[in-house]
């Protein structure tokens, strides 16, 4: 819920330009020189915090993890070859966003509508991949209390996927507003979006790292 | 950010501009930082109410448990404890014909059952944790501060400051809501330690009112990330032209200081919180070792371990505990820099005091499981870390010292409230430095010595710096002053009663009372304590009725008080350059400039004993100690 928070919070304007009615003094820019260190844009550092933030869950989560697997009863299981597709999956959808991001840079807005929509397809079916892979261990008889190994798979990739629907959530609104060309041609209105379906990427990454090879 | 400017071009004038006008935007579903912040304050101090019963009933529990109450047998009376007085034998009768689920109907009177009792321990932790102290300070007094003291119109994300309050809300009400189902709330303690938190079947509150915990604590740290987002980023993106970090107030530090804390060590208790909640209701064995026996019956957990929750809930909770302390700490170098009229002493060295704190917090939760079997080496680094935290502790109380010497102190009542956790903050951190070490720690771990500990340094230095920052900020909370004349009653009463409650707690402890404990005189070498117990408790009574003088203050200053003019004290922070209360956009013309910071007071050849932070002329700029 708290990433669907962050698209609410993108998409108000800035604080400060709220107010330009009151005032001259509501500059958007506030700040003179020596404030405002590590950048100037709320959204953008507001949401670098978030991921500061989501990194300590999962970081949190992964203590537990290496203080568990120390226990007698660790039996390490093998990913679901279903994991591996999922991964490229993710994978492509952050190419084809990078894609979309381009062209908006770019100025040429033709195939921006595309390239979103093959983003959010592959998001949703990355989701749908995991749901899969999920059954098809509870087809085999591995569930979330078998063993430690397939309770941390189960949890860490769920609370991956509650992410990436959030991130979805906040999807929908960027795709209303590349579908009303809200996004100006030349700027670089998808950062925000993809900043964060590429922290949710290199997550993913980490997190089989964490479960199959560390 | 140009993007999204560009994009919102169009909604830049809408009706958003202007502060609304109808009561339910405006009041309730507000997104202006001071309407919000007084939502979280007075959310939080509702809740202080009733987590201030549960106490009342715990303290009375402990002076008088039922078997002195109940003097049936030859045996019992042998033992020659008080019984209690009437009125309060009276009071109990009243509050068991009420609770009829937490107590039981005996021949005379009713008696509190066992585990209603460690429900109030539970609750009455948890509630002021996390539903008052971390609340009114960091969210009440955060919100209505931040834009004010850093020149910005609002905060940086109007609208998820006011989600946050929303999310925080359902909280409040899912804890107070587990009292009332089946099993009654959580027993666990504020900590939830399993396995009593991760067997339903453990103990009544094991059962839903511990599902109900955990989800109350869910909201509340969704509710406290979304503020620490915001506070970080108004912080650092949204000050005003001219305030560098280093012309920051000490309270901005400690807001500053206080979101980063929450927003790198709640995560911990969340993923924890989210482990146990498996281990509750889908039969995961993370915190659950082999051999667990329940009523005769083998548990089929194996493998897990208890340890794994202490570890994940402690990398949160100390850092919690300073969640709670440092906003005090801020608000005191405020309050006692423009009632003793001076500078604050040392300010660099205060802000790098508050800093080493933050950070020693993170490497010294460890110092909590001292008698959980951990390697005495491991135990060794957990201590030099904790006692490392004596040296920033005592540069800031030097430093407080040092501002109030030979200054012509003003003994308004928030300086009395300030003056207040400097006491605290010395009588209760000299006790952490005993506790620190783990070899002194295995005695007294668990006993009534570190809640005596903790209500001082953490419960009473968060409780004190929230009255005095009331006391000091009404004007910009509700635009009227606050009597000085109860005010002062208040602040006596409950300084007196609080130490008449703690400082003796230590000697019971000592003694070796356990915390947590239903009837510590069932144990032989306990009964000697229960004299003392016995007046810890009146002073306790007499402490909780005394807030009351603050409430009938509070209410009847917000509505009837005198009305306060911009800068009732005089004092030079930049908040006190707009009108009490500050209008919408919290400035009514341009945002003014900062060129120094907010403590010029008694500057040589200024015009009056303090120089605004807003203004421009070269007195004082050059003054050495920091300021520019």
């Not at chain 1, 929509?117 to 261990?137: D, E, K, N």
């Not at chain 2, 202080?48 to 002195?68: D, E, S």
């Not at chain 2, 919180?273 to 509750?280: A, K, P, T």
């Not at chain 2, 957990?382 to 502790?393: E, K, N, Y």
Request: charged share 10%; with cysteine.
């Amino acid at each position: 819920m708290t990433v669907s928070v962050v698209s609410a919070a993108e998409t108000r304007p800035p604080a400060a330009s709220r107010f330009e009615a009151l005032g001259p003094g509501g500059s958007p820019s506030p700040s003179g020189p020596g404030s405002g260190p590590i950048g100037s844009d709320p959204a953008r550092f507001g949401l670098w915090v978030l991921l500061g933030s989501i990194a300590m869950l999962f970081i949190g989560f992964t203590s537990a993890l290496v203080f568990r697997r120390a226990a007698a009863d660790w039996v390490p299981m093998s990913a679901p070859p279903l994991v591996w597709i999922n991964t490229a999956v993710l994978a492509l959808s952050s190419v084809a966003l990078e894609t979309a991001r381009r062209r908006l840079r770019g100025v040429r807005y033709e195939g921006v509508q595309t390239w979103i929509s093959v983003t959010g397809l592959l998001g949703a079916l990355f989701v749908a991949g995991q749901v899969q892979a999920w059954r098809q261990l509870v087809a085999q008889g591995v569930f979330l209390s078998s063993d430690p190994h397939s309770a941390f798979f189960y949890v860490l990739t769920g609370v991956h996927v509650v992410h990436v629907l959030a991130a979805l959530v906040w999807f929908t609104t960027v795709f209303v507003r590349v579908r009303r060309r809200a996004y100006a041609p030349g700027g670089d209105g998808l950062a925000l979006f993809a900043t964060f379906w590429h922290f949710l990427g290199g997550l993913w990454a980490y997190l089989l790292f964490v479960l199959f090879v560390l | 950010m140009t993007h999204v400017a560009e994009a919102q071009a169009g909604h830049a004038h809408d009706a958003h501009d202007h502060a609304p006008q109808a009561f339910i935007w405006k009041y309730v579903f507000s997104k202006d930082h001071k309407v919000i912040g007084v939502q979280y304050y007075v959310t939080a101090m509702l809740m202080a109410v009733v987590a201030g019963l549960l106490a009342m009933l715990i303290r009375v529990q402990i002076a008088w448990p039922p078997a002195t109450q109940e003097p049936q047998t030859q045996q019992v009376e042998s033992l020659r404890l008080s019984p209690p007085p009437a009125p309060i034998r009276a009071a109990t009768d009243a509050t068991g014909s009420v609770l009829t689920k937490g107590y039981a109907k005996m021949d005379k009177g009713y008696q509190m059952k066992p585990e209603f009792y460690a429900m109030l321990f539970t609750m009455h932790g948890t509630i002021m944790v996390f539903f008052v102290l971390s609340t009114a300070p960091v969210s009440g007094f955060g919100n209505m501060l931040i834009p004010l003291q850093v020149g910005a119109r609002d905060m940086a994300f109007p609208f998820l400051n006011g989600l946050s309050f929303w999310t925080f809300l359902p909280g409040c009400v899912v804890i107070l809501l587990s009292f009332f189902v089946e099993a009654g709330a959580a027993a666990a303690g504020w900590t939830s330690y399993p396995p009593l938190s991760a067997l339903k079947s453990a103990v009544p509150g094991s059962q839903m009112g511990q599902t109900l915990w955990i989800i109350a604590m869910v909201f509340f740290i969704a509710s406290f990330t979304m503020g620490g987002l915001n506070f970080v980023t108004t912080i650092l993106n949204l000050r005003t032209k001219g305030l560098s970090l280093f012309r920051m107030s000490t309270t901005m530090w400690a807001m500053f200081l206080v979101a980063i804390l929450g927003l790198l060590a709640f995560p911990a208790l969340i993923a924890g919180s989210l482990l146990l909640l498996f281990d509750r209701h889908f039969g995961t064995s993370f915190y659950l070792p082999a051999g667990i026996i329940l009523s005769g019956k083998v548990m089929p957990n194996s493998g897990g371990s208890p340890l794994l929750w202490q570890h994940l809930f402690w990398f949160l909770g100390h850092p919690e505990v300073y969640i709670l302390m440092l906003p005090a700490l801020g608000f005191t170098s405020d309050i006692i820099a423009a009632f003793s009229r001076k500078a604050i002493f040392g300010y660099k060295a205060m802000i790098g005091a508050m800093i080493a704190i933050s950070g020693l917090s993170f490497v010294v939760w460890g110092h909590h499981m001292f008698v959980s079997g951990m390697s005495p080496y491991l135990g060794m680094a957990f201590a030099v870390g904790t006692i490392l935290i004596a040296v920033p502790s005592a540069v800031k109380v030097f430093n407080w010292l040092a501002t109030l010497w030979q200054s012509r102190i003003q003994f308004h009542t928030a300086m009395l409230w300030a003056l207040g956790v400097v006491s605290l903050f010395i009588s209760g951190g000299l006790s952490g430095v005993w506790l620190g070490q783990s070899a002194v720690d295995i005695h007294l771990h668990d006993t009534m010595f570190v809640v005596a500990h903790f209500h001082l340094i953490m419960a009473g230095a968060a409780l004190f710096g929230v009255f005095g920052a009331t006391a000091y900020w009404f004007p910009k909370m509700f635009g009227r002053m606050m009597n000085e004349t109860l005010g002062k009653w208040h602040f006596w009463f409950t300084f007196i009663t609080y130490y008449g409650t703690f400082f003796p707690m230590h000697y019971v402890g000592i003694s070796g009372q356990m915390r947590r404990v239903y009837n510590p005189y069932e144990y032989d070498f306990l009964k000697p304590v229960q004299d003392i117990n016995v007046f810890i408790t009146y002073c306790a009574l007499i402490l909780g009725v005394s807030q009351v003088i603050f409430f009938i203050n509070f209410f009847w200053s917000a509505f009837k008080g005198r009305k306060a003019e911009g800068n009732p004290w005089n004092a030079a922070g930049l908040e006190w350059t707009t009108p009490s209360p500050p209008p919408h956009g919290n400035w009514p013309g341009e945002i003014p400039e900062v060129h120094r910071w907010p403590y010029d007071y008694s500057v040589p050849d200024a015009p009056q004993d303090f120089v605004l932070q807003t203004d421009p002329s070269p007195i004082g700029a050059l003054k050495p100690g920091g300021g520019h």
